[in-house]
């Protein structure tokens, strides 16, 4: 299934050495003609980094997509009821907010965003990015590959040698993870190396 003018809710969460990456994907999901809803986590709008300034940041993001992004919860909510995405999708995910979506914790605007899309029965795709995948967050992966409606970019190890238990999604598998999603399956393979 094709990506153009689609409605797709693109969350951003707090995996800051990655965020370069998110903006490559926002800037492909772009080219394919989709309607982009911006969804960007409290921390990512408001901490500043050694990767990015908040205020940067937010503003790229505005300049690829033209609107602003929503920050918080009340803002998130609607999401559900007014039925405003045919996906949405969290890239980067970080463990933490996966950890929230498994629980079904909704303290963020990301989370929010992820609970209110999904009771519309409508595909939720996570590009993970977690130093405890292969630890604490493990469990979590594997509850949410099992959920209906969700699915993953394919991920690998990201430094099996230094960070033992650490995954990073596949960013440039975003668009053909998407297009599977949206017919209901998960692009395989979905563990790569």
Known sequence: MKLADKKIGFAITGSFCTLKHALIMLENLKNTKCDIIPIISENVATLDTRFFQASDFVARVVEITGKQPITT???????????????????????????????????????MSAKAHLRNGKPLLIAIS???GLSNNAKNIGHLMNAKNIFFVPFRQDDPIKKCTSLVADFSLLLPAAEAALEGKQLQPVLIN
């Open 130 to 132: 977690t130093n405890d």
């Open 73 to 111: 919860i009340p803002a998130a909510e609607p999401i559900g009821p007014q039925k405003l995405l045919d996906m949405l999708i969290i890239a980067p995910c970080t463990g933490n907010s996966l950890a929230k979506i498994n629980y079904g914790i909704t303290d963020t605007a990301v989370t």
